[in-house]
């Protein structure tokens, strides 16, 4: 089992940034699939960003070239790096990791962007 616990959220304007941590509650060393997801109100929830333990990373379409996922195993901890955030990036972000067959989930955080 992992715990998961995210933080950096915020509201922020137009055109800034916020980095978004996520704590695991045990080593991620030997996790290999962690991500962020999102959801915005009224909207299913969406795949972010996606690192594996070798570091290869994928994002969604709407977020490439301004969001940077990367994960320090030395302190069990993930990340997302966001830039140049748009309204439509508001949402609650969730951490996640894959472990065992089975999908991990944080609790959220939310972000808002305002116009």
């Known amino acids: 089992q992992v715990q998961l616990v995210e933080s950096g959220g915020g509201l922020v304007q137009a055109g800034g940034s916020l980095r978004l941590s996520c704590a695991a509650s045990?080593?991620?060393?030997?996790?290999?699939?962690m991500g962020w997801y999102r959801q915005a109100p009224g909207k299913q929830r969406e795949l972010v960003a996606r690192?594996?333990?070798?570091?290869?990373?994928n994002y969604a379409g709407s977020v490439k070239g301004r969001f940077t996922i990367s994960r320090n195993n030395a302190e069990n901890t993930v990340y997302l790096q966001m830039n140049s955030l748009k309204p439509e990036d508001t949402a609650v972000y969730y951490c996640t990791a894959g472990l065992n067959d089975h999908i991990y989930w944080g609790q959220g955080t939310q972000v808002t962007v305002s116009s």
């Open positions: 045990r080593s991620i060393f030997s996790i290999n699939g």
């Open positions: 690192i594996t333990s070798g570091g290869d990373t």
